[in-house]
């Protein structure tokens, strides 16, 4: 736990920051203890053997965590300790019962930031996309707009679509959401089911995002600018996920009720 302190305060930040793609980091814990809880069947009576052999996957986990540590590489520490929890069930339960927890195990990826770097690259890349969409979609309201970089012009008024509105942080949490509600879809369901539902959450969040762009830009163009700021900007964002979370519940029922699956939950 003390090894591992530095990258602990470091997520506690990144979930905690304002401009944070992570939010949802401190549920992800939380859920993955669920989810073994839900399969207490499978471990309580799964034979618990040490192994060796889970120090090939814990020395180099902490290995790597030392070095990124002294260089600074935050997200590498953050999958190294995961690889070390990986690696410590490994060493005193034995392979079998790493295995028998692998998917909440797994899960605990969602929690570690990916690079910076990398977030703002797609980030960029996605305010732009959702710029151009919704600067396509008021032509089709004949309204007129023109896109300069990220900004959306209409008369009167000007919006920017900044990196909080790229739609990246509800795209990271729409698809953790998704794969955790998979793993309580009834026992019966295929691995196509659950694969389409976790699919369907991108294009539904980047969708769902357009939507929020556009329905700001025609407020900020009928009651000024000041109508797409504030807490009407924060609060449309949860309109929207809200909106997103209820376009997936209706189609994993769409999925379950189209291939018929017997009913049984997961364990």
Known sequence: ?????????????????????????????????????????????????????????????????????????????GFAMLGAIWGLVWTCWGWRMLWTL???????????????????????????????LATHALHLMQIPAERAGSTINVPGVSVVVDDTCSGLRSLISLIALSVFWTSCMPAASR??????????????????????????????????????????????GIVVFVVALAILAWMTRWIQQWSRPSLGLNQ
């Open 191 to 236: 691995q196509w089911q659950k694969l389409a539902i976790v699919a369907a959450s991108i294009p539904i969040a980047l969708a769902a995002n357009m939507v929020r762009i556009l329905a700001l830009v025609l407020l900020a163009a009928i009651y000024g600018s000041h109508a797409a700021e504030g807490y009407l900007h924060y609060g449309s």
């Open 102 to 132: 692998r998917f909440p195990m797994l899960f605990l990826l969602f929690m570690v930031p990916l690079p910076g770097v990398l977030l703002i690259s797609i980030s960029f890349k996605m305010k732009m996309m959702a710029a151009t």
């Open 1 to 77: 736990m003390a090894l591992f302190w530095p990258t602990f305060t470091w997520l506690a930040e990144r979930f905690d920051a304002h401009d944070s793609f992570y939010s949802h980091g401190w549920l992800i814990p939380f859920a993955s203890a669920w989810l073994i809880w839900q399969r207490r069947v499978q471990w309580e009576a799964c034979p618990r053997a040490a192994s060796y052999r889970g120090l090939a996957l814990l020395a180099p986990s902490l290995l790597i965590h030392l070095v990124a540590t002294r260089l600074d590489l935050h997200f590498a520490s």
